[in-house]
């Protein structure tokens, strides 16, 4: 648990730090005045002021702002200071309700000494050329995409780059797909995958990405030799992953764990033993040995593995447990207390800076694309709402991989980054994307909605900000009981 707060609070305070900072540089960079950078929104836990700027962390941690002078129509949102939002939610199965506010004070502008009507106080944000204001608004997005390419980039220089596998149907991959994909047991294994629908596949990772990304419903796969196959993409994410791992290549059979006192351990099952058939039925990938043990709830059943080289027969009786039905019943499986070894580490290719660099841009366009996708996937109904995730799937994911080492949490911050760039640059008022949709109807009309009117889109946009906070915290929710 610990691990898992630790995590969510690194991955949410850094990337916050790094959007705000984006528009706080720029900000200060065309002359508008900051009173307030803050981490975290709400009361003040601490801080301190250097100049004009008072740097503070704030009681509610999922969020943070940029107080800047101007923008009063953002003020019926929080009251005594207008609030600028942004907010985040991670693409297929994770997302944030993370807000990060520009504010300005409620208070009119100071006089100048000028008619009332003669424009905004200099130092206001309204104050600024449109480009200025959309350099300042932006700031935050590209602050963001740099820092997915700085990490990726960072972490390809270090630790080199993974040399994916050709993308091969693997044997027994046909037994752990939906019915759909029958015809697959008629494709022999080993056959190179050439294209998924209408996209190329040149190795594992074009694979992969293809099959989470892929809409939800048939989809041909496409080989070097022979006629396509239809397959089957489930729409629930753990489903989707089972299929994407019964792709998977280079993926043995492999006893990870033996819980003390199970079944397994009685047997004399021990982490590292190959499985190569179960009952006399040989058996290649996880989900095979698992549907095989369920099916024996209470019998006796032989497991032919491979222990430091040697063959070895043993015998094992799977406890009878009870486990709930995907239509609300109940059924009895068999049990033996193993899980399955992690995948043998892809071999690493050492690359210098101008290719950690193009690879740290391919991986956060790539990002970036299946993020829109998804979110297009929802917006059309062919992706369940239910795949939106909140703060507390996002901090079981940060613990997740950051217990399996300090790259793929890395990489995950990189993910998270993309997201929070790709979300607000929706155009919804609030957010950076709808203050960019303002300032382009004042471009083309050549003068601002009256402040009246943004303070109506800004109070809308809130509602829908709020509203799909409450969404990724229910379906959290919902997931913690298993529905």
């Known amino acids: 648990m610990l691990i898992t707060i630790l995590s ?17 540089l720029t900000a200060r960079m065309v002359g508008i005045e900051v009173e307030r950078f803050s981490i975290g929104f709400g009361p003040r836990i601490l801080g301190f002021r250097r100049g004009e700027t008072e740097y503070v962390i704030s009681l509610l941690p999922f969020g ?35 807000l990060s506010q ?30 200025a204001r959309a350099l300042v608004l932006s700031a935050g997005v590209i602050m963001n995409i740099l820092f997915a390419i700085a990490v990726y980039a960072a972490s390809a220089f270090i630790w080199g780059v993974p040399v994916e596998p050709e993308a091969r149907v693997p044997a027994g991959v046909a037994s752990v797909l939906p019915t759909e994909a029958a015809a697959m047991a008629n494709v022999p294994p080993g056959t190179r995958i050439t294209a998924v629908g209408g996209t190329a596949i040149a190795d594992w990772g074009d694979l992969r ?9 048939p989809v041909d796969l496409h080989f070097e030799e022979g006629a ?11 489903l989707r992953i089972l299929m994407v791992r019964a792709f998977e290549p280079g993926r043995e059979l492999v006893i990870g764990e033996v819980l003390d006192g199970s079944p397994a351990a ?16 040989p058996v290649t990938i996880w989900p095979e040995l698992v549907a095989a043990i369920e099916a024996r709830p209470g019998e006796a059943v032989e497991i032919e593995l491979i222990r ?63 993020i829109v996708k998804v979110l297009g996937d929802m917006v059309t109904g062919k992706l369940s709402v239910r795949s939106l995730g909140g703060p507390i799937l996002v901090g079981q994911l940060s ?30 008022p609030v957010l950076d994307g709808g203050h960019l949709a303002l300032l382009g109807v004042e471009a083309v009309r050549g003068r601002a909605l009256s402040v009246e009117v943004r303070a109506r889109l800004m109070q809308l946009g809130f509602v829908i900000v709020l509203a799909i906070m409450a969404l990724a915290v229910g379906n959290d929710i919902l997931r913690l009981f298993g529905l």
């Open 8 to 24: 969510l609070a690194i991955v949410l305070g850094v990337l916050i730090f790094v959007h705000e900072l984006g528009h706080f």
């Open 64 to 98: 943070g702002y940029v107080k800047m002078a101007g923008m009063e129509e953002m003020e019926p949102i929080e009251g005594k200071s207008t609030v600028h939002a942004d907010a985040s939610a991670a693409g297929s199965s994770a997302g944030s309700a993370v």
């Open 102 to 131: 520009t504010t300005s004070p409620t208070a009119p502008p100071a006089s100048t000494g000028h008619p009332a009507d003669s424009g905004p106080r200099p130092g206001t944000f309204d104050s600024k050329s449109v480009p």
């Open 209 to 217: 990405n293809a099959l989470l990304t892929a809409t939800p419903g």
């Open 228 to 238: 396509p196959v239809t397959i089957e993409i489930p729409a629930a994410d753990s």
């Open 266 to 281: 009685r047997a004399g099952l021990v982490p590292g033993d190959l499985i190569t058939a179960i009952g006399g039925k």
């Open 308 to 370: 430091d080289g040697n063959p070895m027969t043993l015998q094992v009786v799977p406890r009878a447990e009870i486990v709930a039905t995907p239509d609300g019943g109940e059924r009895v499986v068999g049990k033996i207390g193993v899980g399955e070894a992690p995948p043998k580490p892809l071999p690493r290719q050492e690359i210098g800076i101008a290719g950690a660099l193009a690879h740290g841009v391919e991986q956060s366009w790539a990002a970036a694309k299946m």
């Open 399 to 428: 613990g997740q991989v950051a217990r399996i080492g300090l790259e793929p949490f890395l990489a995950f911050m990189a993910l998270f980054s993309i997201n929070l760039a790709v979300l607000n640059l929706l155009p919804i």
